[in-house]
Every structure is written in structure tokens, then in C-alpha cells.
């Protein structure tokens, strides 16, 4: 009689083992909470520079190893971001993975909030949470109740609020920096930039691209707010479905990642991409198919960082209101020494960045 064959792992769980050993990162995190069926995942990528920080993603997934991939992923970028933004803090992400996301305010929400915070808690501050997709300044609120090792509460609460703001403004001193590198000017007056995703980062940016002069195109899968925007800003939309193959000067993706993949870069037409949306390459050999293309990228986790130097230089390093904007204006800065690196060593911007950030942790190791 032939023996049944012997119990596995399920294809999933063998996925969560395949992706960890391939990440070189330092710990994952893997806690089950039963209550609601969900996966709490914390991804510290790198200490080296400081406690991992970066914020918790409340998702659904397909499969509990598609939450794996995205803490490991998310993490790492969170690791070069802290590094080229020169901030006392590594690289660290947090996913919940839920059936359902929770109702805002509903108790379903609290309850688990304050189960992840307790989580959190337990690490000793090597990870420190902030608010990211799906999550906010309430639930940071929330989460506070049970650790200090949380960052972006509510001002009411003694935080420092929704760092979207920050990010916006960031992200629009990268973009002058990168007109600046693809067309030799400062100006953005005439320029035509198209931002996709027009919520708490891309509206903003929207503004003050408006207000410097630009030409806006605007998209949203939420068709409302990108007319409504459009109209308050004489901007011209472009539907949502369209935004790959939109002739502009500059693409902001302000919206998802992998946005520029083998797939999608043949049809963009544009000369630069700079925006708000962590992880725009599919893949790390995207940045040089973007280079080969002629399109100048302007790496993503240096053009977003505005959140966490907000973050830090409010709640960790007691910055003022005039050193906070130096901080911010600084990412252009580090943009075009990114764009003189790459020129000089025949790297992609992406490749460029990523070395710069591997080097400034290089040197904070201490052996
Ligand atoms: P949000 O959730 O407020 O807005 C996203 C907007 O994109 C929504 O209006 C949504 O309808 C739209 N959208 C989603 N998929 C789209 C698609 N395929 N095409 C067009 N529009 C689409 O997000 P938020 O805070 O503005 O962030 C935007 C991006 O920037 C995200 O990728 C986020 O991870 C990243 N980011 C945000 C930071 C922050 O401080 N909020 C900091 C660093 C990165």
C-alpha cells in the first residue's frame, strides 16, 4: 500500500521562506493575530544608522506572502531613504494584513491597533512606527497608547501631524531640481508636469507646481477629485487609464509603485519622472532601461523623503520651522549630486543613489 504523502508547507508559507532568505535584511517579524485572522509583519531592513523607522501599511493581500514581500521591499527603500537623507534612523516597515480594513474610528480598528502597538512594544524601540497607506494621525493616536516608540501622532496629542505637506514640498524641490538637470533651467514656468494620484501628496504638489508657473495634467482613478482639482487649479485631466503615454515635460507618480516597468517605459513619454510613490521601478534594471530610454529618473526614495525629515526634525531632533525647510529644500540638492554621480560613473540615477546610500552606511558601521 502506498504511504500518504507527507504533510507540507502550503505554497504560501514556502513564498514567505524563499523571499526572507533572499533579503538581506537584519529581522522580519512575523506575528498571527487570531482575533481577526490578520498578519502583523515589522521588516527591519538596517539599524546601522539608527532604530528602523517607517510607517505600518494596513492592506488586504491575495496571499499573506504578497504582505511579506511588500514589508521586505518597503523596508529596504525605507533604509537608503533614511541614509540619503541623513537621518539618525535605519530602515524599518510594518504591514497589517487584514481580511477587511477595519471602518475609521470603529472599535474592530482599535482593538487592533492597540494589539500591533503592543507588537511594536515588545521591540524596544529597535522598530518605530509612523502612519503610511491606509493609516493615519488617529491611529497613531491609537497606537501611542501602548508604546513611545511611535512617530506622526496628531499635533492635539503632541505629534507632528500628517506629514503630507512635508512630502509635497519635497517632492516639488526634487522636481525643480530635475527640470533643472533635463532641461538646463530653472524655471517650471510652461513646463507641463503630470501628476498621477491626487490625494494628501499629490494634490499638494499639484499647488505649488500651479503656482510656480507649470502646465498641471492631473490624474485620479477617482475621476471627482481630479476634475474638481483641475478645475480650482485651470489644470487639464487626464484620465486615469491614459497617464502612461501622456506627452509631458515631467511624470510625478504620486499614486503606486511599479509604476515603470519593462511593460510600461517603452510607451512613456516623457523626460524626466520624479514623484511622491515609494518604489516606482518594478525592478532595479527598470532604472537602466529608464536611462537608455533618455528619460532622466529622479530616485524616488530620495525625491519622497520630505515625510520622514518632517518626522524626525519635528519629534526626535527639535528642528525649527527654518531649518526644517533648509532640510527639505536640500533634497534638490542631493538630487543633482545624485545626477553628477551617475554622469560621472556611468551609473542610472537609481544605480547612483542606491551606492551613495550604501556608502553612508558603510561608513556608520562601526566594526
Ligand atoms: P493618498 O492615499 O492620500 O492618495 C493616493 C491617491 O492616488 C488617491 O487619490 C487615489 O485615488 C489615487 N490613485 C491610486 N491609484 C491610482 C492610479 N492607478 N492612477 C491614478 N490615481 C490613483 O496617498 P498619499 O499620502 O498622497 O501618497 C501618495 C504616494 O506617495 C503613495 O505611494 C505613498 O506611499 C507615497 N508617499 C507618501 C508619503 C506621505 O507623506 N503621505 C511619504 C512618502 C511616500
Redesign the pocket.
Known sequence: MESAPAPSLDSGVMAFEELIEAWDGEEVVVHRDEPTSSWMLIGIHDTTLGPAMG?TRLSSYPDPSDAVEDVLRLSEAMTWKQAVADLPYGGGKAVIAVPEVPAHASDDRRALLLRYAELVESLHGTYVTA????TGEADMDTVWERTSHVLGRSTSNGGSG???A???LGVFHGIRATIRRAFGEDSLEGRSVLV????????RLASHLGDAGATLLL????AG??TSLADALGAKVVR??D?IGTECDLFA?????K?LSRETIPHVRCRAVA????NQLATPEDGDLLRDAGILFAP?FVV?????I?LAGRETLGWDDATLSRRLEAIGDSLLEIFDRAEAEGLSPAAAADRMARERIAAGRVE
Open positions: 510607517g502612519a503610511d497607506m491606509n500628517d506629514p503630507g512635508a512630502t509635497a498621477q494620484g491626487l490625494g494628501s501628496v499629490g494634490s490624474a485620479d482613478l477617482d477629485r481630479a486615469a487609464e497617464v507618480p504620486c499614486a503606486t509603485g509604476v514623484g511622491a510613490a515609494n524616488d519622497n523623503a520630505g515625510g520622514v518632517h
